[in-house]
């Protein structure tokens, strides 16, 4: 006769002392939070590092326990690096971490949760890892907009229409437009640092909510997990999640200037176009339509970006209703957070290697210059001649109009019919010079002559390259 199967073991819980029985299995299923928590693991198990060696100096554990349950959170970090969060039936991180520290040392891992509260430790385990996930999201935006530099550097002779409201403004050079997508990037970096100083708040040793029960050291603690401060005040430190919410705009944010960027490069990729041409790597093909290139690398990127403006609202959302203090609702930051994370992990080497390759047709560019671009120059040459702006603004838009009227470009009106509009016009005309000559004249600091952008060009090689050399 077969052996009856042994009994499974009942789930570890750090709760449950005052209930006759356990939660249904509904209330497990929507409780249960292991399926995203998980990969906090290596926090909890350095912050309950952290947290043995504040009891110990506290005087809740003798020296040998505290050398005991260490070894143990050792072992138990093995574990997980090994996969022993896979198919894990606990409840969260948290429980898993402590369950297996029970089956690695015993009766004693009941002492290393003295005076601490799973409302310190998830929010402590979650700054933790958001401190490390936007120091690599500030390497990989450093390496984009050094990229951005790079190929600027390259076309800084090249001359192309600027444009706005999506219509042919004005000259100017191929780097005056890609710099234009690193400046964000480089508000992108400032705003990260600033979020990080903030997130750099220590709320271990808060308790629940009222402080914790043991003299515990707080600033044992933050020098030892490598915090800036610690938290003012316990009930606060339990129930932020500003730091999320703050980080979740940055990336949305950020999201929205990679989308941006996305948008132009996809529109000059096109056949009517043709500025730029992405490298097979970074181009897909049709199902259908065999000679289809299609810029998919900036179509999704477009595309995650209403998804983290999803996460931020989704959170905003969450925060706006509850009161002080944790409340599980909090369960739901990491999702969205993580979410934000990875998504900008996939899109930033994407869209920073469909930059690096892909290839500029400055002929195309070139042809696309128009001479209606050069209105704003006939403008200031009047300007020079002594006529109000405001009133060349007006004759050359009447010889615009001649040049509509008559079919030819806005540099071939006739003479005569120029000086019927004004005297000063021919003069004017004859002094257009060349498409340099028109992106030179805009050589204010921040302007598209070369000497502008080459400043530039300097400012962001050492907010970017050098940046990546230091790191």
């Known amino acids: 006769m077969a052996a009856d199967p042994p009994t499974p073991a009942p789930p570890h819980l750090m709760w449950g002392g005052r209930f006759a029985g356990g939660p249904s299995e509904a209330l497990d299923a929507l409780n249960r939070s292991l399926g995203v928590d998980h990969r906090l693991w290596p926090q909890d198990v350095a912050a309950s590092r952290a947290w043995a060696h504040a009891l110990g100096r506290a005087g809740v554990l003798a020296a040998d326990e505290e050398g005991l349950i260490l070894i143990g959170l050792d072992r138990v970090a093995e574990r997980l ?38 409302n310190d430790q998830v929010a402590t385990d979650l700054r933790l890892w958001t401190l490390e996930a936007l120091d690599q999201l500030d390497a990989d935006l450093a390496v984009l907009g050094a990229t951005l530099v790079g190929r600027a550097r390259e076309g800084i002779d090249i001359l192309l229409p600027g444009y706005t409201h999506s219509q042919r403004a004005q000259p100017v050079r191929w780097a005056y437009a890609l710099i234009a997508h690193a400046w964000p990037l480089v508000r992108d970096r400032q705003r990260l640092a600033d979020a990080r100083r903030r997130v750099a708040e220590l709320p271990l040793g808060s308790g629940a909510l009222a402080g914790s029960g043991f003299a515990v050291d707080r600033v044992l603690l933050k020098e030892a997990l490598g915090f800036r401060a610690i938290s003012p005040h316990a009930l606060d430190a339990t129930g932020d999640r500003d730091f999320v919410a703050e980080v979740l705009f940055v990336l949305a944010l950020l999201a929205t200037h990679l989308s941006r960027l996305g948008a132009e490069i996809v529109l000059y990729s096109t056949a009517e176009f043709g500025f730029v041409r992405l490298a097979d790597a970074y181009s897909t093909g049709s199902s259908l339509l065999p000679q289809k290139r299609n810029p998919d690398v900036f179509e999704l990127a477009r595309a995650k970006a209403a998804r983290l403006t999803g996460d ?60 209606s671009l050069r209105a704003t120059d006939l403008a200031d040459l009047l300007v020079d001649a002594g006529v109000p702006f405001r009133a060349s603004h007006g004759i050359v838009g009447r010889l615009v109009r001649e ?27 004859r002094a257009l010079g060349d498409w340099n000559d028109s992106v030179e004249r805009r050589a204010t600091p921040g302007g598209s002559a070369r000497a502008s952008v080459q400043a530039q060009l300097l400012e962001l090689q050492h907010l970017f390259v050098d940046s990546l050399r230091v790191d």
Request: charged share 25%; glycine share 10%; net charge negative.
């Open 403 to 429: 040049a509509e009227r008559l079919g030819v470009p806005l540099d071939a009106v006739p003479e005569g019919a120029a000086a019927a509009i004004h005297p000063d016009l021919p003069d004017a005309l």
């Open 312 to 371: 931020l609202v989704a959170l905003l959302g969450t925060l706006k209703g509850v009161q002080a203090g944790y409340s599980k609702d909090f369960q739901e930051d990491k999702a969205l957070l993580f979410d934000a994370v990875d998504t900008l992990g996939l899109v930033l080497p994407a869209v920073t290697g469909a930059i690096a390759t892909m290839t500029v047709d400055a002929t195309k560019m070139q042809a696309a210059l128009d001479p």
């Open 81 to 118: 690096a090994d996969g022993a969060a896979l198919g894990a039936p606990d409840e969260d991180v948290h429980t898993l971490v402590e369950r297996l520290l029970f089956e690695e040392i015993g009766d004693l891992a009941g002492k290393l949760h003295t005076g601490r509260s799973r």
